[in-house]
C-alpha cells in the first residue's frame, strides 16, 4: 500500500503537468478573461473572423492559377493537387484560354485583369444557388 502512494502522486503530478501544457499550448493559461475582469474578452470574442464566401475562395484560387498558367509558371499537377474542384477548374481552363486571347490583343497586363474579372463573375455563377452539388457521373462538381 505504501508504494502505490507515491504512484497516485506521481499519476496526479503527470495529469497536472499535461492539463497545464494543453492549456498553454491552446494559447490560454486556464482562466476566464471575463471572470478577471478583463474589458475586452468580449470584444475579442466578438472580433473572430467569419469564413471566407464560396465564391470568393473560387475567385482567389482560379485567380492565382489563371495569373500562374499565364506567367507560364503553370506547371504544378492536375487540378486537385492545386486544391480546385472539377468545376473550379472547368472555369480556369476556360478563362485562361481567355485571358490569353486577350494578352494577343491588349498585352499582359489585360490578359491579368481579364483573369481576375472573369474567375470572379464565373465563380459568382456557380455559386449562386448554393454550389455545385454533384455531376453526372456521382463525383462533386
Do not use: H
Request: net charge positive; charged share 25%; with cysteine.
Amino acid at each position: 500500500m505504501q508504494r502505490r502512494r507515491p504512484l497516485l502522486r506521481l499519476a496526479a503530478t503527470l495529469l497536472a503537468a499535461v492539463t497545464a501544457a494543453s492549456l498553454t499550448a491552446c494559447g490560454t493559461n486556464g482562466a476566464d478573461p471575463q471572470a478577471e475582469g478583463d474589458p475586452d474578452a468580449s470584444a475579442t470574442a466578438a472580433a473572430s473572423p467569419t469564413p471566407k464566401p464560396p465564391e470568393r475562395i473560387c475567385a482567389e484560387l482560379v485567380g492565382y492559377w489563371a495569373k500562374r498558367e499565364l506567367s507560364g509558371d503553370g506547371g504544378y499537377g492536375d487540378y486537385q493537387s492545386r486544391g480546385l474542384s472539377d468545376s473550379q477548374n472547368n472555369i480556369l481552363l476556360e478563362v485562361v484560354a481567355e485571358a490569353k486571347a486577350e494578352r494577343k490583343k491588349n498585352g499582359a497586363a489585360a490578359a491579368e485583369k481579364f483573369a481576375a474579372r472573369e474567375a470572379k463573375r464565373r465563380c459568382v455563377v456557380l455559386y449562386e444557388n448554393g454550389g455545385p452539388t454533384g455531376s453526372s457521373n456521382g463525383w462533386p462538381a
